[in-house]
């Protein structure tokens, strides 16, 4: 399945089917990105991260790609299991600053 | 071993009263933040510490006031607490700025009476 949209979302994929969640960033200079994943009661956990040099990372289970022409990032996740259930966030940031812009995040629920 | 640990977890107290928060991490970061993260599940910077020196100072109204007393520590003191107040307080560190993959504390929780 798939999410896209501004407000906070919810994408809801059956267990085992692959998860793409989307994020639109607003500052075209920005030159880091990353992907968080909050789960109930916890704070913020970094999943993954991409420069703008790339256009695609992978890691365990998860791919990022960035489309800097449209502002757009993505996160995939394979074979979805009951513990993505979370929020994800996108933020961006750029040059050497240490502020970091969060997106409006994504709820995922898998469906067991 | 938590990485970044915050106390309290959960603060419920009146309009008008003055709390602090504090957050301590683990990490040997360098760089300490303070994010609010609303009703929505907005989450937003407010301050950032690196080596105990502010560096972001958002648009934070002045009954905020953060303190450092060494890099491992970040303290978030709110005078005169208002309704809009209300919301999770997030503490992260990361090792220099940039953006750079935070650690984030589990959260303070702040009702307004």
């Known amino acids: 399945g798939e999410s896209v949209g501004l407000h906070l979302p919810t994408l809801s994929v059956q267990e085992g089917d692959n998860s793409i969640i989307n994020c639109a960033y607003s500052n075209s200079a920005s030159d880091y990105f990353i992907w968080y994943k909050q789960e109930s009661g916890k704070g913020p956990q970094f999943i993954i991260d991409i420069r703008s040099n790339m256009d695609k990372r992978q890691g365990q289970r998860v791919t990022v790609l960035l489309n800097k022409t449209v502002k757009h990032l993505s996160l995939q996740i394979a074979a979805t299991q009951p513990g993505d259930s979370a929020v994800y966030f996108c933020?961006?940031?750029?040059?050497?600053?240490?502020?970091?812009?969060f997106g409006i995040g994504t709820k995922l629920q898998v469906i067991p | 071993d938590t990485a970044v640990s915050q106390t309290p977890k959960y603060l419920v107290t009146q309009m008008g009263n003055d709390k602090s928060i504090k957050c301590e991490q683990n990490?040997?970061?360098?760089?300490m933040y303070w994010y609010k993260q609303d009703s929505k599940k907005f989450l937003k910077i407010m301050f950032s510490?690196?080596?105990?020196?502010?560096?972001i100072n958002e648009t934070v109204p002045n009954r905020f006031s953060p303190k450092s007393p060494d890099k491992a520590h970040l303290n978030l003191h709110i005078n005169s607490l208002e309704l809009g107040d209300s919301a999770v307080y997030f503490c992260?560190?990361?090792?220099?700025?940039?953006?750079?993959?935070?650690?984030f504390g589990d959260g303070t929780r702040l009702s307004i009476l």
């Open positions: 510490y690196n080596n105990k020196e502010l560096i």
């Open positions: 992260a560190s990361s090792q220099g700025g940039g953006g750079i993959a935070q650690h």
């Open positions: 933020a961006e940031s750029y040059g050497g600053y240490q502020k970091v812009t």
């Open positions: 990490l040997g970061h360098d760089t």
